[in-house]
C-alpha cells in the first residue's frame, strides 16, 4: 500500500508570495492531519480533516493559513502571503479510524523556506 | 493542557551502548503516549505507544519504553546502540479524552559512534 504523500518536498519562496502543499493521504483512510515543525521548535498540530469537514482546526495559527480536502481525498495547505516565520517543515498525516490508539501514519515532509 | 519535554536535544552514544532518551509529561487526564523516530528524508515513523494496559511496551526494532505514572515519564531504551539507530526520535502525548490531537517534545537526536 502506498503511504501518505506529500509534495513539494522543498519549496524556497519569498516572502510575500504564495506556496501550495498537497498532501496526498493513504487511499481509504477518512481522517487527514496537518502538522509542522518550526526550525528549533516542536512540532505542532494544525488540523483534522474528517473526510472533507474540518473536524479541528485549532491549530491554525492565522487567516493566512487556508487548508482544503476537497471530495475528501487529497488535502492542500495554502499559504497567502508567506512570511518569514511561516519556514518550517509541513506534514501530513492520515488514519483510517480516528482516534489515537489506532495510530496514524506520516508523510515525509515538505520543507517551505520563506526568504 | 498536556505538554512533553524531552531532556537533552542531542545524544551520543557508542555502538552497543545502551540507549536512553527521557521524556517527561503532563496532562490531566490518563494520558496516550507515543515515540516516533524520523529517519534522514523520510517521515515519521511510529516506534511504539501506550495507551492502557501493560506499561512496558516494546516497539520495532529493538525498542522499548515504559509508562511510569508516578514519575509523569515515557523514556525510551534499547540495549544495545546500531549505528542505522542514528535519527531524531520525538516523543509524544494526547489525551485519552481529547480526541486525536497529539502533542509533541521537542526531539532528541540521537547520534551513535562507531
Known amino acids: 500500500e502506498a503511504g501518505v504523500t506529500q509534495f513539494p518536498s522543498h519549496s524556497v519562496i519569498e516572502k510575500g508570495q504564495t506556496v501550495t502543499l498537497r498532501c496526498d493521504p493513504i487511499?481509504?483512510?477518512?481522517?487527514l492531519y496537518w502538522y509542522r515543525r518550526v526550525m528549533g521548535k516542536e512540532i505542532k498540530f494544525l488540523l483534522h480533516?474528517?473526510?472533507?469537514?474540518?473536524?479541528?482546526e485549532s491549530g491554525m495559527p492565522n487567516n493566512r493559513f487556508l487548508a482544503e480536502r476537497t471530495g475528501g481525498t487529497y488535502s492542500t495547505l495554502k499559504v497567502q502571503p508567506a512570511e518569514l516565520e511561516d519556514s518550517g517543515v509541513y506534514f501530513c498525516?492520515?488514519?483510517?479510524?480516528?482516534?489515537?490508539?489506532?495510530?496514524?501514519?506520516f508523510g515525509s515532509g515538505t520543507r517551505l523556506t520563506v526568504v | 493542557a498536556q505538554s512533553v519535554t524531552q531532556l537533552g536535544s542531542h545524544v551520543s552514544v557508542s555502538e552497543g551502548a545502551l540507549v536512553l532518551l527521557r521524556c517527561n509529561y503532563s496532562?490531566?487526564?490518563?494520558?496516550?503516549l507515543f515515540w516516533y523516530v524520523q529517519y534522514p528524508n523520510q517521515g515519521l515513523q511510529l516506534l511504539l505507544k501506550?495507551?492502557?494496559?501493560?506499561?512496558l511496551v516494546k516497539g520495532i526494532n529493538g525498542f522499548e519504553a515504559e509508562f511510569k505514572k508516578s514519575e509523569t515519564s515515557f523514556h525510551l531504551t534499547k540495549p544495545s546502540a546500531h549505528m542505522s539507530d542514528a535519527a531524531e526520535y520525538f516523543c509524544?502525548?494526547?489525551?485519552?479524552?481529547?480526541?486525536?490531537?497529539?502533542?509533541f517534545g521537542g526531539g532528541t537526536r540521537l547520534m551513535v559512534k562507531p
Open positions: 501506550y495507551t492502557t494496559g501493560a506499561t
Open positions: 496532562s490531566s487526564v490518563p494520558p496516550y
Open positions: 480533516f474528517v473526510k472533507e469537514s474540518k473536524q479541528d
Open positions: 487511499s481509504g483512510h477518512d481522517n
Open positions: 498525516a492520515s488514519s483510517q479510524v480516528a482516534g489515537l490508539n489506532y495510530g496514524y501514519t
Open positions: 509524544a502525548v494526547s489525551e485519552s479524552n481529547a480526541g486525536n490531537m497529539l502533542t
